[in-house]
């Protein structure tokens, strides 16, 4: 079975630009989670979805948004970006949906805003 | 507020020695306790858990320590090796009854260093 893949693996963006991660999850699973991590902050929780609907979102600001299609692949935005933004950005699958202890990560995606 | 706190920030050890990382959690509500390693270009990965109902669990050269007294949990790493050098991570879960999921909380990580 394949893992789950995000794409692209690296992106440089300027400050005031807005950035798409994408995320596709281990066939079969429905719950994507998205993480951000940073040397300072750590692995910080962004949002989670499940069947095309957010069911839980992190203290991050209304920049940071996403969805889920139908196939369950996952998008992120951030609109505005702003030097803090840079991080790896993480996606995890899980099944059943929303047990941690079958929730996979990606590779990660990683953003440097200049 | 920083709600699983992780120590040491940096750990290097012997081959062959024992590595333990600590974790510290205030919310008792958290229901499950596991430790994810990620290597260096890589996601993390789930090594070991533990749910509070035990006191030890153990998985080949990793064991899980938790103290639900003292709100506390640890990993050892048995007879480390250079292998072995990555970041861990702990973390804790509860059940956010609202959303319908668990969310993850996590510690700022131990950078794990082996030496031969």
């Known amino acids: 079975k394949a893992g789950v893949t995000q794409t692209p693996r690296y992106l440089i963006k300027t400050r005031g630009q807005q950035v798409t991660l994408s995320c596709s999850p281990i066939s079969g699973h429905r719950s994507v989670s998205w993480y951000q991590q940073t040397p300072g902050q750590g692995l910080q929780f962004l949002f989670e979805y499940f069947s095309e609907t957010q069911r839980n979102k992190g203290n991050f600001p209304g920049r940071f948004s996403g969805r889920q299609f139908s196939n369950s692949r996952s998008e992120m935005n951030v609109s505005t970006l702003e030097l803090g933004d840079s991080a790896l950005y993480l996606c995890a699958s899980s099944s059943p949906p929303g047990y941690t202890d079958t929730q996979y990560f990606g590779p990660g995606t990683r953003l440097t805003v200049l | 507020q920083q709600q699983v706190k992780q120590s040491p920030q940096s750990l290097i050890v012997q081959k062959g020695g024992i590595s333990i990382i600590n974790c510290a959690y205030e919310?008792?509500?958290?229901?499950?306790f596991p430790w994810y390693q990620q290597f260096p270009g890589k996601g993390p990965a789930l090594l070991i858990a533990?749910?509070?109902?035990?006191s030890e669990k153990k998985e080949g050269r990793f064991t899980i320590s938790f103290n639900k007294s003292a709100k506390q949990f640890s990993l050892h790493i048995m007879d480390s090796q250079p292998g072995d050098s990555a970041t861990y991570f702990c973390?804790?879960?509860?059940?956010?009854?609202?959303?319908?999921?668990?969310?993850?909380?996590f510690g700022k990580g131990t950078k794990l260093s082996v030496i031969p």
């Open positions: 533990i749910r509070p109902d035990v």
């Open positions: 973390a804790a879960s509860m059940w956010t009854g609202g959303a319908g999921s668990y969310q993850l909380t």
């Open positions: 919310n008792t509500a958290f229901d499950y």
